[in-house]
């Protein structure tokens, strides 16, 4: 994924800290999708047209920087499944549409999944983790409530359906589709079979 050598805005001194943080987030974001994990510090810097230290000003480590990428992230999923939540579609589709968003970024830009790994015991990252699974768990509850979604499944269902379409992403291009298509299958709720006419006489 070719990516600008300066993400926009250029002028990196116009920034305040908080910009500074979140431009350096999306030049992270973007040089780990193109170069994966083991890109240097320098290439992120270079790519948002900052100095090492102004870098290192924001984020101590590279663990540091991923950390908060990561929390970004989940921070957008726990943002995305709180709008279904609302969405007047009802939750079952909403659920399944927050599903394919969630699940299309993966497919183009696996950073989450790639460094959840590796940040997995940071304090912030298990904070948003656990914020973002309530938040999905109050979807998957108005969706069981609908009568749509199966009784028994949870936000780890969910993270089961990402793990295989990210496998199945690696296998084959463009397989996560199916394997999204075959895990809502299995998470919504099969409608009763109608009762069986009674023979005459």
Not at 106 to 111: C, H, L, N
Not at 136 to 156: C, K, N, T, V, Y
Request: proline letters at 6%; charged letters at 20%; one cysteine or more.
């Amino acid at each position: 994924m070719p990516i600008p050598s300066q993400v926009a805005p250029a002028c990196w001194s116009e920034l305040d800290a908080e910009g500074k943080r979140a431009h350096l987030l999306r030049a992270a974001g973007a040089v780990f999708a193109r170069d994966g994990l083991d890109a240097p510090m320098p290439a992120i810097a270079a790519a948002a047209g900052a100095g090492m230290g102004s870098v290192y000003r924001q984020f101590a480590s590279k663990h540091e920087l991923l950390a908060a990428l990561v929390v970004e992230r989940l921070k957008d999923a726990e943002d995305g499944a709180d709008a279904a939540l609302a969405n007047s579609d009802g939750p079952w589709l909403a659920l399944v549409g927050l599903l394919w968003t969630l699940a299309e970024r993966q497919a183009t830009d696996d950073v989450l999944g790639e460094a959840m790994a590796t940040v997995s015991a940071h304090p912030a990252v298990q904070q948003a983790l656990a914020s973002t699974s309530l938040a999905l768990e109050r979807l998957l509850a108005a969706a069981r409530e609908e009568g749509r979604l199966r009784a028994d499944a949870s936000s780890l269902d969910l993270r089961l359906l990402f793990a295989a379409t990210r496998a199945a992403g690696q296998l084959e291009t463009g397989a996560w589709r199916r394997m999204l298509e075959l895990g809502l299958d299995a998470l919504e709720r099969t409608p009763p079979a109608p009762p069986r006419a009674r023979p005459a006489g």
